[in-house]
């Protein structure tokens, strides 16, 4: 039965670092015949206190043959599982914090033109979530200066 890596998500990774050098570390890590990593998404963030750049990543995994499962990634595997944070040394000493990827992926819509009902139930979509985040737009219940 093929092994499961959860996604991962690493809250701080140089920005010097590539999707190539990150998926060679667990590849190296990993030790399996084929790179385990199916993919990353890099999302650059910048230090508010340095004003350097950075990158969140995202690593996602390609089944594991059972028979290329080394015995000290099951540990680890467990830990991500439970919500734990390991560490993963890249380059001493140097090294990544890595959780598991609880996030959902935010999918972007495509360009489209709005008919008439699509733009009155944005509208209305955005006047609830003003409501929401500005409470002074809802209206006092028993207010008659209107």
């Keep these: 039965m093929p092994f499961q890596f959860p996604s991962v998500f690493i809250p701080?990774?140089?920005?010097y670092h590539d999707e190539d050098f990150i998926a060679k570390i667990f590849w190296d890590w990993f030790q399996t015949e084929h790179c385990p990593v199916d993919h990353i998404?890099?999302?650059?963030?910048?230090?508010?206190?340095?004003?350097?750049?950075f990158y969140i990543a995202f690593v996602f995994f390609h089944e594991i043959p059972d028979d290329q499962v080394?015995?000290?990634i099951k540990p680890s595997f467990d830990s991500?599982?439970?919500?734990?944070?390991?560490?993963?040394?890249?380059?001493?000493?140097?090294y990544w914090q890595v959780k598991k990827n609880t996030g959902k992926k935010k999918t972007s819509s495509r360009?489209?033109?709005?008919?008439?009902e699509d733009e009155a139930e944005i509208h209305a979509a955005q006047k609830a979530l003003l409501q929401r985040w500005k409470p002074e737009?809802?209206?006092?219940p028993g207010n008659t200066d209107d």
């Design 12 to 15: 701080r990774v140089a920005s």
């Design 41 to 53: 998404d890099l999302v650059e963030k910048t230090d508010h206190k340095t004003g350097q750049p």
């Design 70 to 72: 080394r015995y000290d």
């Design 80 to 94: 991500i599982n439970s919500g734990e944070t390991i560490k993963i040394v890249h380059s001493y000493p140097w």
């Design 111 to 116: 360009v489209r033109v709005l008919s008439e």
């Design 137 to 140: 737009l809802n209206p006092i």
